[in-house]
Nanobody, 124 residues
Framework: QLQLVESGGGLVQPGGSLRLSCAAS????????IGWFRQAPGKEREGVSC????????NYADSVKGRLTLSRDNANNTVYLQMNSLKPEDTAIYYC?????????????????WGQGTQVTVSS
């Protein structure tokens, strides 16, 4: 069974940091591009960042550029999203997604496999 599991979410104060993980089971992430998306209450799901299959290409939404870093550890079948300088507007459920392609995409419709999400709350 192909499964993605996110972890690392939680409550953090503005300006704080979190590292989200996306671990795969039942398949090898080596052949998959990975995307991270988030959805805040009452808002559409939006793309945050994505990374190509090799890890050589990463893309970020303008709202998170310079604050988030996406990386992958194929040996451990895990992708990491380091989030720094967090803001209240970053509060959302964060999802990772995978698709068997080389280049990643910012569009949710291009991903076939999804995790269950992890809650990130930025509040003082």
């Amino acid at each position: 069974q192909l499964q993605l599991v996110e972890s690392g979410g939680g409550l953090v104060q503005p300006g704080g940091s979190l590292r989200l993980s996306c671990a795969a089971s039942g398949f090898t992430l080596d052949y998959y591009a990975i995307g991270w998306f988030r959805q805040a209450p009452g808002k559409e799901r939006e793309g945050v960042s994505c990374i190509s299959r090799s890890g050589s290409i990463t893309n970020y939404a303008d709202s998170v550029k310079g604050r988030l870093t996406l990386s992958r550890d194929n040996a451990n079948n895990t992708v990491y999203l380091q989030m720094n300088s967090l803001k209240p507007e970053d509060t959302a459920i964060y999802y990772c997604a995978a698709d068997r392609r080389y280049y990643c995409s910012a569009y949710a419709r291009n991903y076939n496999y999804w995790g269950q999400g992890t809650q990130v709350t930025v509040s003082s």
